[in-house]
Nanobody
Framework: QVQLVESGGGSVQAGGSLRLSCAVSGFTYSRYCMAWFRQAPGKEREAVATIANDGSTLYADSVKGRFTISQDTPKNTLYLQMNNLKPEDTAMYYC?????????????????WGQGTQVTVSS
């Protein structure tokens, strides 16, 4: 059974930083895509960043240069380092995974999801 468990969310002032973690278990694909999505109140869930098993990454334009997605394969953990946070980054953040194919941030392509962790950025 695949499980994804996020942690690291919280409240921070604009300009601050947070690091989200996603502990992954039961996911046995050797070729895969993993991603961070976010959903703000009243808005659709959107892709923030994706990473493939080979380390290639994709970012939403809104977070380029501020967020970094990474993975620690031996620890089965996905990370999202978020710097220079803005109030518009406020959202529930979810990690997601799928077997390898196109690693674009298309929500419906991802089979496995965590429960989310809340990030709140105040001005």
């Amino acid at each position: 059974q695949v499980q994804l468990v996020e942690s690291g969310g919280g409240s921070v002032q604009a300009g601050g930083s947070l690091r989200l973690s996603c502990a992954v278990s039961g996911f046995t694909y050797s070729r895969y895509c993993m991603a961070w999505f976010r959903q703000a109140p009243g808005k659709e869930r959107e892709a923030v960043a994706t990473i493939a098993n080979d380390g290639s990454t994709l970012y939403a334009d809104s977070v380029k240069g501020r967020f970094t997605i990474s993975q620690d394969t031996p620890k089965n953990t996905l990370y999202l380092q978020m710097n220079n946070l803005k109030p518009e980054d406020t959202a529930m953040y979810y990690c997601a995974a799928k077997g390898r194919g196109n690693c674009a941030g298309v929500l419906t392509w991802y089979n496995y999801w965590g429960q989310g962790t809340q990030v709140t950025v105040s001005s």
